[in-house]
């Protein structure tokens, strides 16, 4: 006994993980590492571990959750749309060559064409020596917490609108200013402890309706990149589409918007005509990225915001799975389309619940206006043959 004490004074004492040092201890750790013990030493009694399964669970979900914060490979701006298979990196849409023989950045292992003919050939590209591209699955989580701060401003801003009704109520029954306001603080407490009678409906996954309003500069400055590189033929759309159309549908904005803009313009009478299909240099893409951020950031409202860019996220996503089937370059879009069903599940379940929210309303407003009404109802009198059947039914 006495040597197992000595030997125990003689090892090193080490401090126990609490969750704050041992978080900030793994944040600066790979995601296939962990924490490192002393060499020749057990862990202490008190040491506080995470089980296995959660420490594999959480770098899954962290590498998941920011794969649409890492940067482009050629233009160096997040929200990429695909990731080329066989060296992992990503591009947008409009930075892809199409068909694409090797990874454009050069400093990648797949940036030589012999060594990306040989992952295509491995990865079932059928021998058409283009790289297997996967188009990403559209991200929700900046359209679901925007969602939620409107959701929260509405039920404020709808509270607020019931207190100052009820002070204004409680000021004309009360008749004085000490009964008004016991009667508006028994009123407002009243309302804090009682859940709402008619909350607001909440909003929709993505509103169906088109843009209207004002233009701001970020905007007009990034719709003038979109016709240029429209008129150039350097955007990856299909052969014969009106530039009214495409604008249209990647701003989410009414035709009568676009011609009162550009009145001059003839939008309908242009069309697309492929020259290169992508943005060739990078210090174009680079601008026209920095175009497209800086439209984003000049929408005030978050949820518009996160709505435009999810709604734009789509569009350039749908417009390239239909390019890379008609040049025959290898696409897997499954994921996309688990997003896209999903997408279409928030839409139905958010227009159901705000069919409900609707719904009570309407029915508390009925019964209301009943209640309020100082006439007699109507009754209706039972009939002989109705009294004899309930009569012979109880019996």
């Known amino acids: 006994q006495q040597q197992q004490q000595q030997q ?10 609490t969750p704050s040092s041992n978080v900030s201890y793994q944040q600066n750790m790979p995601y296939h590492q962990g924490p490192a013990a002393a060499p020749g030493v057990a862990p ?14 959480i770098p899954q979900q962290q590498q998941q959750r920011s794969i649409h914060s890492l940067p482009c490979t ?17 591009l947008h849409v409009r930075c892809t060559p199409v068909p694409i023989r090797a ?18 050939s491995g990865g079932g590209a059928g021998g058409t020596g283009s790289c297997p591209l ?3 699955p559209m991200e929700f989580a900046e359209l679901d917490e925007a969602r939620r701060v409107a959701d929260l401003a509405a039920k404020a801003s709808w509270r607020a609108k019931e207190k100052s009704r009820a002070r204004k109520k409680a000021k004309l029954d009360g008749g004085g200013s000490s009964s008004a306001s016991s009667l508006d603080g028994s009123k407002e407490g009243s309302m804090d402890l009682a859940p709402s009678p008619t909350p607001p409906p909440p909003p929709t996954t993505t509103s169906a309706e088109l843009r209207t309003g004002r233009w701001t500069s970020e905007e007009t400055s990034y719709c003038d990149k979109l016709i240029q590189k429209f008129m150039s033929g350097r955007l990856p759309l299909p052969e014969g589409i009106k530039l009214n159309e495409f604008l249209s549908n990647m701003l989410k904005s009414k035709q009568s918007r676009l011609t009162k803009k550009m009145k001059n313009a003839k939008l309908s009478s242009k069309t697309f005509k492929r020259t290169t299909g992508y943005l060739t240099d990078v210090l174009e893409a680079r601008e026209f990225s920095e175009c497209e951020d800086g439209f984003f950031h000049s929408l005030q409202n978050g949820l518009e915001r996160a709505e435009i860019k999810f709604h734009m996220q789509k569009e350039w996503r749908e417009t390239f799975s239909t390019y890379c089937v008609s040049h025959g370059q290898p696409l897997n ?7 896209v069903e ?33 006439d007699r109802g109507v009754v209706i009198e039972k009939s002989p043959v109705h ?3 309930n009569g012979s039914g109880q019996g």
């Open 134 to 136: 996967e188009l990403l």
């Open 8 to 17: 125990q004074q003689q090892q090193p004492i080490i401090p126990a993980f």
């Open 44 to 57: 202490p009694n008190n040491a506080i571990a995470a089980p296995a399964t959660n420490a594999a669970a």
């Open 103 to 120: 990874c454009p950045n050069p400093r990648c292992f797949n940036s030589n064409p012999a060594t990306a003919q040989a992952h295509a």
């Open 342 to 374: 999903e997408m279409e599940r928030r839409v139905h379940r958010a227009k159901d619940v705000e069919r409900m929210q609707r719904r009570k309303m309407m029915m508390g407003s009925a019964l209301r206006q009943d209640s309020q009404n100082p």
């Open 74 to 90: 050629r233009c160096g701006y997040p929200n990429c749309d695909i990731r080329i298979l066989g060296c992992q990196c990503l």
């Open 387 to 389: 009294t004899a059947l």
């Open 333 to 339: 879009v499954d994921q996309w389309l688990a997003s």
